[in-house]
């Protein structure tokens, strides 16, 4: 059964480690997620961005296909099923269609437009049982059609949209989608202490987890994240491993074309990806 990730994160926030969210994008995608959180015995959390969500044709099918394997799969670990950058409208259709958790990234908005918006989405939230996150600040590059400047959050701004009573805080901290590029900066840990200070016991979300120093991953986890969303990197590790198959013509050797031999190798490099995460985030054994 799906869980909402509110206890998952306010467990890994007190045991001083981080549950990753894997986002998904077809069977593949969340098998290989599911079965390297069963096999490390690790709370996992599957993001669905609007995107995906359009290409798996719509999130009720998500909903089907997620239940549905991990009733077949045996999945024991906690899951929760996670709108990743959700709209308005897009929250709205995902308590409706079974989702266990949403992301109401507001962080376009001027702030009380964030604050309005963010209100209503927690009082529809609690009467499901789900949980919410909310975002401030905004994660620089792209993902999925959301673009971000790359502000870094203000911690009062922070406290403002914590206080709403969300379940967890995804803040800007110099953080940004997909590969990182050559002259970054780092995360800025000033802005996160800062922020950590302000919101107390709330569990405080990295997202653009792709590319980011191990350094860095520990000292975040210390001040206070408990979630970080990868995704790029399980793309690159899919397309690399499905290159090299189809490079070293096993597409044409035998059956190697049959779609489950094609695309194997991209699967088992996706549970590999998930599977190092894990370690790194320190969720093993924490289901
Ligand atoms: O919301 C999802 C992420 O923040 C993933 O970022 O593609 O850089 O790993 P990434
Ligand atoms: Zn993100």
């Not at 869980?3 to 045991?15: I, N, T, Y």
């Not at 670990?77 to 409706?96: I, Q, T």
Request: proline letters at 3%.
């Amino acid at each position: 059964m799906l869980v909402s990730a509110k206890e998952m994160l306010q467990k890994a926030k007190a045991g001083h480690y981080a549950v990753g969210q894997f986002n998904i994008n077809n069977l593949e995608w969340t098998k290989a997620v599911l079965t390297a959180a069963q096999e490390l015995n690790s709370p996992v959390i599957l993001g669905v961005s609007e995107g995906a969500g359009k290409y798996m044709t719509g999130y009720k099918t998500v909903v089907g296909m997620v239940n549905g394997m991990m009733e077949e799969m045996n999945i024991t670990v906690p899951v929760a099923l996670h709108l990743d950058h959700g709209s308005y409208e897009g929250c709205l259709k995902c308590v409706e269609a079974g989702f266990s958790s949403i992301m109401f990234d507001g962080s376009h908005y001027p702030i009380e437009e964030n604050v309005a918006k963010t209100k209503e989405l927690v009082g529809i939230v609690k009467e499901h049982g789900m949980s919410l996150e909310a975002e401030v600040g905004s994660i620089g590059g792209e993902e999925d059609g959301v673009i971000g400047k790359g502000e870094c959050a203000d911690p009062a701004e922070c406290k403002m949209i914590a206080d709403l009573g969300i379940d967890f805080l995804a803040a800007g901290i110099g953080n940004i989608h997909g590969k990182y590029p050559e002259n970054w900066e780092g995360l800025s840990f000033e802005t996160l202490d800062a922020i950590q200070k302000l919101t107390g016991d709330m569990p405080l979300v990295l997202h653009g987890g792709t590319g980011i120093p191990e350094d860095m991953i520990k000292k975040a986890i210390d001040l206070g994240v408990a979630k970080i969303n990868v995704n790029t990197e399980c793309q690159l590790s899919f397309a690399a491993a499905t290159r090299k198959y189809i490079e070293a013509g096993k597409d044409l050797e035998g059956k190697g074309f049959d779609p489950r031999k094609l695309l194997k190798p991209g699967a088992d490099a996706i549970i590999a990806t998930v599977k190092e995460k894990m370690e790194l985030f320190g969720s093993v054994g924490k289901a």
